[in-house]
């Protein structure tokens, strides 16, 4: 029998050689499966512990915030609940009532043909809940320059008052500090800073600023005429932080249109940062739905809100926390309505 060939012996060499370097290849593979298999695990082990960290530390931020808020906090802080008509149960009462029923309320609105003339009628969005025991401050009661304020002579000292956009007309603040012991800041960035003639008086300051959704510098272009802005747009928050104030009593807005946004940028209760903003207790605000500001409406004479916009816009009062206790119609204008609302509830103390 012959005996294997060289080109046989080379075939079975060749064939161990294979063998050895599969096996040698099965044994490498196995390894990296067992190593990454431990460092899975030990991977999933830390992502779960570090997760279950992270709930942990979740509930305990979420049991620090609720306890020291509460939605449902009536504002006894507020000096003016003593001037209201109902009791501030009352009116927490009625303020749930409306959001519930909000759905109800726009479709009563909308189905009103009136709604969308020039006219009052979609003012009817804000609700007027009790009344107070008021003061025409300013001017006579229905004049154009007055503002009805709950309570207007009764508050005490320490009090603040905030003024947005005088105009450089100080009547309100004239008769509020002859009524009243409060400071009174009053705010106006637009124009040169020296067209405002600051009456002499030690509770009264002006600052050329304006109140604005968010913090912006004083353009470099000099304003040319008296209703250009020619100051810094400064929030609430840097307001009050600024003048290191710690509750703000009153504030009075006039800004032609610009107060919609300007309150939709507030925070509502269920917002955290609701627990740390400085609100008033008491807004006088004159809500338009024309404007004659380039910027929120390219024609003057055309609606830019509508009667959803005011019942959304009421829904936001609430969630705040404010009631509307006194609509003033603004005889001598369509698309102009004065408020007085009252902070009814507050987040924390």
């Known amino acids: 029998m012959p005996g294997p060939t ?26 990296v499966t067992v190593t990454s298999v431990i460092s899975i695990a ?11 960290g992270f709930d942990d530390m979740k509930k305990e931020v979420y049991n620090f915030v609720s306890s020291s808020y509460n939605q449902n906090r009536l504002c006894t802080q507020n000096q003016y609940a003593n001037v209201l008509k109902l009791p501030l149960n009352e ?26 003339a020039h006219s009052h009628t979609r003012f009817q969005a804000f609700e007027v809940m009790g009344d107070c025991t008021f003061d025409c401050i300013g001017g006579e009661c229905h004049s154009d320059i007055s503002k009805v304020v709950c309570g207007g002579t009764a ?14 007309q100080w009547e309100f603040e004239l008769d509020l500090l002859k009524k009243t012991p409060c400071e009174i800041h009053t705010f106006d960035c637009t124009g040169e800073r020296e067209r405002f003639q600051k009456p002499d008086n030690d509770r009264l300051h ?14 470099k272009t000099p304003p ?4 250009d802005i ?27 249109g610009y107060e919609i946004p300007l309150l939709n940028s507030w925070p509502i209760l269920t917002d955290i940062k609701s627990s740390s903003a400085v609100l008033p207790m008491q807004v006088l605000v004159e809500v338009h739905y024309r404007t004659q500001m380039k910027e929120l409406a390219a024609i003057k004479q055309a ?40 902070r009814i509830k507050c987040p924390s103390l």
């Open 6 to 31: 060289l080109s046989t012996l080379e075939m079975r060499s060749s064939g161990g050689k294979n063998r050895g370097r599969s096996r040698s290849f099965v044994v490498a593979l196995l390894i």
């Open 42 to 52: 030990k991977y999933m082990t830390i992502t779960s512990d570090s997760i279950a």
């Open 91 to 116: 009116y927490a009462r009625l303020m749930d009532q409306w959001l519930a029923n909000k759905t109800l309320h726009e479709k009563k609105l909308m189905e009103n043909p009136d709604s969308l």
């Open 155 to 168: 508050i005490k000292a320490p009090c603040v008052v905030y003024s947005i956009g005088g105009n450089n």
């Open 206 to 219: 002006f600052h050329h600023v304006c109140l604005g959704t968010a913090n912006a510098p004083a353009p």
């Open 224 to 227: 040319i005429g008296k209703n």
């Open 230 to 256: 020619g100051g810094e747009f400064w929030t609430l928050e840097k307001m009050q932080k600024t003048l290191n104030h710690t509750q703000i009593d009153l504030l009075k807005i006039d800004i032609e």
């Open 303 to 342: 609606d830019w809100k509508f009667p959803t916009d005011m019942i959304n816009l009421q829904e936001h009062f609430l969630k705040m926390g404010y009631a509307v206790v006194i609509r003033d119609d603004n005889k001598y204008c369509n698309h102009c309505t004065e408020l007085t609302l009252v």
